[in-house]
């Protein structure tokens, strides 16, 4: 049992029965299956963390959340067999799944706290208060091997609704792999008696080639020249704020494109403006190199395409690299064209090329000195798992900063705002005097206060 203190006016105890290990309803075959060349590299090797709200429903009242999860997962991992498995570290650092069906962590929980307490459901958006309370960190769990790949949490509220918390080892699956387990974990507490998308493992298909080649420039994974100084903000002078851009504030910074960039999406001018903003608000060296790092979904970008029940890691990195003088003092364009250029210098060479590296420099971290990754997870599909309750009022990340290193990463959520509006939110993690500039830039930008409106491209000839 333990108490939590979300905000000065929510105060709620949740009970937990001991943590429990589900395994698969039937026999599953006992294998070894060795993760893919991106999935078990360096900057995956952690836990990442979900959670789905879910309201009362006059349909389901009479049912037991905890109960009917509990027998679904159990059929599920029958289907989804690995992740009862344990992983294990092979020559070359290699990861593989040992298939011994020991099953994942079941936690069944109460809460003595209504949905409403939490407030409005556009205010329900990591981070979450009391996260450690609804996805307790069982001791000896968090490991990477030999540790269970899921840890699952179910906690009933007073009003009939419940909060399902997942924590997954980040080496087996991505946003879009977890969300297909769900949804099939769904499917089936909903009496389906199998998957409707069936389970693909075929890591293999994202494995180096032989012999190996570096074919592309791999700004993610360089390793920074000390000599021009270092920046990595530490953990202890960290706060996190969330910005919220919704269609006002995307058309005010669409209004800062330059024409040559052409069609923008949303994601980059918000990106280019979160960097940028970041940046000036750290106050960095001038002549540090910076970077901004993005997830690349992979799926269209390779040919064939992965299978639709492929559940690993479908992502790739990107970087762009610029100096913080020439991010900071060009316009709004020179960032966004950095942006969109890491974007479109993915095709499927630049996927073998990362695998390639990936094996050829021994399974590296991404660049983390003053870095930014953003990763966004607005599509991956957690909104609509539905166990028989209905939607979840929210569904997906848990936290803001989703790798090892939070203070550099965010990651972007979507949630509709008091006007039925929907609105992007990114999180943003900044040491406190960083974040008061930050918030101080980001407003300027908004009002076109900060910069005069040029192209892009002058700024780029200026400074290249």
């Known amino acids: ?95 593989m799944v040992d298939c011994n069906g020991e099953g994942v962590l079941f936690i069944e929980a109460d809460a003595d706290v209504t949905l409403h307490q939490f407030g409005p459901s556009y205010l329900l958006h990591p981070p979450f208060p009391c996260l450690e309370e609804l996805l307790h960190d069982v001791p000896g769990s968090r490991g990477v091997t030999n540790c269970p790949l899921l840890l699952i949490q179910v906690t009933r509220l007073k009003c009939g609704g419940f909060i399902f918390a997942l924590r997954l080892n980040h080496s087996m699956s991505d946003g879009f792999g977890i969300a297909k387990f769900m949804k099939a974990l769904a499917e089936i507490a909903c009496g389906a008696t199998e998957p409707s998308l069936t389970p693909v493992w075929c890591r293999e298909l994202l494995n180096a080639r032989n012999p190996p080649r570096i074919s592309r420039t791999h700004h993610e994974y360089e390793v920074e020249n000390k000599a021009k100084g270092t920046m990595m903000i530490p953990l202890n002078d960290v706060v996190q704020r969330c910005f919220f851009f919704g269609p006002r504030e995307v058309a ?49 970008k390779v040919n064939p395409p992965l299978p639709k029940g492929y559940y690993g890691n479908g992502f790739v990195l990107s970087a762009a690299v610029t100096t913080s003088r020439r991010l900071c003092e060009n316009p709004f364009g020179y960032a966004l064209e950095l942006v969109k250029n890491a974007k479109s210098n993915v095709d499927e060479e630049y996927v073998r090329s990362t695998s390639d590296l990936i094996v050829v420099k021994g399974r590296p971290h991404q660049a983390t000195t003053r870095s930014y990754l953003v990763s966004n ?20 990340p848990a936290t ?26 990114v999180p943003i993690s900044l040491p406190a005097k960083a974040m008061e500039r930050f918030a101080t830039e980001l407003e300027g930008m908004l009002r076109h206060a900060s910069q005069p409106i040029m192209g892009a491209h002058q700024g780029l000839m200026s400074f290249l």
């Open 1 to 95: 049992m333990a108490s939590c203190h979300s905000s000065p006016t929510l105060v709620f105890t949740v009970r937990r029965r001991q943590a429990e290990l589900i395994a698969p309803a039937k026999p599953t075959p006992r294998e070894v299956k060795k993760l893919s060349d991106i999935d078990d590299q360096e900057g995956l090797r952690f836990q990442i963390p979900f959670i789905q709200f879910y309201g009362n429903n006059k349909e389901s009242s009479m049912k037991d959340p905890v109960e009917v999860i509990r027998k679904a997962l159990t059929k599920t991992l029958v289907f989804y067999y690995p992740f009862a498995g344990r992983l294990r570290e092979g020559p070359g650092r290699k990861l």
């Open 400 to 425: 803001g900063g989703m790798t090892s290193f939070p203070q550099m990463t965010s990651v972007y959520v979507s949630c509709k705002n008091h006007k039925g509006e929907h609105v992007i939110v």
């Open 377 to 396: 997870t607005t599509r991956i599909g957690l909104d609509e798992v539905d166990f028989g309750w209905g939607k979840p009022i929210y569904g997906g």
């Open 252 to 300: 005010s910074l669409r209004s800062l494109v330059p024409k040559h960039l052409g069609r923008c999406t949303t994601f980059e001018v918000i990106t280019a403006c979160m960097w940028r903003c970041r940046i000036r608000a750290l106050q960095l060296d001038p002549e540090d190199d910076v970077r901004f790092i993005y997830t690349i979904n992979i799926n269209a």
